[in-house]
């Protein structure tokens, strides 16, 4: 008998369908027989029974361990987990976002006679600092990390039930221009993000690389709200005409400021996994970033210079360096693509998920 997994998916609503987490969702079905697996999706609170809302936001409000929990949406997801697991009876529930999603279902693993296991994102140090409740990932079955460092943090809460599986990235959508000579001429840097970026560094950096060779332009994608006007490292990097802005494209404008670029440049505080890297390296790009989190497993020195946090002169260093030799671009983005095919396609990345689901189910 075929084992049933249910799924509690999000997606968010700054990512477009080729990129996230929640690809890992859609190339599992390829693995699994029909009808062994459904899914509950994460969505906008639409409850308008006032007294119904108060009871969920209550509840969610007790539970609420992270400041990613939404004590309406993440509950009600919770709710209909909890109520698909008690009608269709699956043998393992996997949360895919537990910084979001995490807050009432383990309580109800023996009621649900099921193994529930979760998808941890963020780095240890926000555990640390920000997660109330980091104790109630010990009711669970078992936990993938998406960064191999994050395995010793989370071992004294899981004993031998951490595992680490890299976050994968469509490389068959996420790839290389066929033909480079239709890149353009000038040197192109992309940076892509907020979180847990380094924007102080991007700034001056940024600076110092125009003052040395104003011809280089930079490629910045980043949703912003109305309060980002005032930061103060944004209105430095408007300054200049060589900086653009972009939020909110399409995957196939994406893809191609990704295609159209030399490097990604990605100064970084901390992380686990990063989709702005790994669509950068799957579209073949060399890397200049910070030797911090999970940067390690997702680069190798062969297309990856990795910085101190902080080190200025090193990005500047590194960037125009890169910028003044093509036969180095072309080899270190030919060595980033072909990591990303053999380490990070998500054909991979599914196999190595399965066999984590037969574990926990069968063990």
């Keep these: 008998m075929n084992p049933k997994i249910l799924w509690l998916r999000k997606r968010f609503n700054w990512m477009g369908k080729h990129s996230g987490y929640d690809q890992l969702c859609q190339y599992l079905p390829k693995l699994l027989p029909d009808d062994t697996y459904q899914s509950v ?3 906008s609170g639409n409850i308008r029974n006032p007294l119904l809302l108060s009871i969920i936001e209550n509840m969610g409000k007790k539970a609420k361990g992270s400041p990613m929990y939404n004590s309406d949406s993440s509950t009600i997801a919770e709710l209909k987990v909890i109520l698909k697991g008690l009608q269709w009876h699956p043998d393992l529930i996997h949360v895919t976002y537990v910084e979001n999603q995490l807050g009432i279902l383990q309580n109800w693993k023996q009621r649900l006679s099921c193994k529930i296991i979760g998808t941890s994102h ?3 140090g926000w555990w640390r600092l920000v997660h109330r409740n980091r104790k109630n990932i010990a009711n669970l079955d ?5 960064g191999s460092k994050e395995v010793e943090y989370f071992q004294k809460y899981l004993p031998g039930r951490v595992f680490f599986i890299p976050h994968g990235v469509d490389t068959n959508f996420f790839c290389p221009l066929e033909d480079s000579t239709n890149k353009k001429d000038s040197i192109r840097c992309i940076f892509s993000g907020k979180h847990l970026r380094d924007l102080e560094t991007l ?9 040395h060779n104003p011809t280089i332009q930079f490629d910045i994608i980043m949703p912003t709200t109305a309060g980002d006007r005032n930061n103060q490292n944004l209105i430095r990097l408007a ?7 972009y939020q909110g494209v399409s995957d196939r404008r994406l893809r191609k400021l990704y295609q159209q670029a030399s490097m990604l440049v990605l100064p970084i505080i901390d992380c686990t996994a990063n989709n702005a890297l790994v669509e ?8 200049i970033s910070n030797d911090v989190g999970g940067l390690l497993d997702y680069t190798r020195d062969t297309f990856a210079e990795l910085l101190p946090i902080g080190d200025v002169d090193g990005f ?6 890169l910028a003044e030799d093509s036969q180095e671009q072309h080899v270190r983005g030919k060595a980033a693509r072909q990591f990303a095919e053999e380490h990070l396609d998500w054909v991979n990345i599914s196999n190595k998920t399965m ?9």
Excluded: E, M, T
């Excluded at 300054?239 to 802005?245: A, E, F, N, T």
């Design 122 to 124: 963020q780095p240890a």
């Design 239 to 245: 300054r200049h005409p060589q900086v653009h802005w």
């Design 203 to 211: 700034a001056s950096v940024i600076d110092k690389v125009l003052r």
């Design 41 to 43: 999706w994460q969505n």
């Design 355 to 363: 066999d984590i689901y037969q574990k926990i189910i069968f063990n």
């Design 280 to 287: 950068a390296i799957s579209c073949g790009l060399p890397v």
């Design 142 to 146: 078992a936990l993938i990390v998406v």
């Design 316 to 321: 500047v260093n590194a960037i125009l360096r």
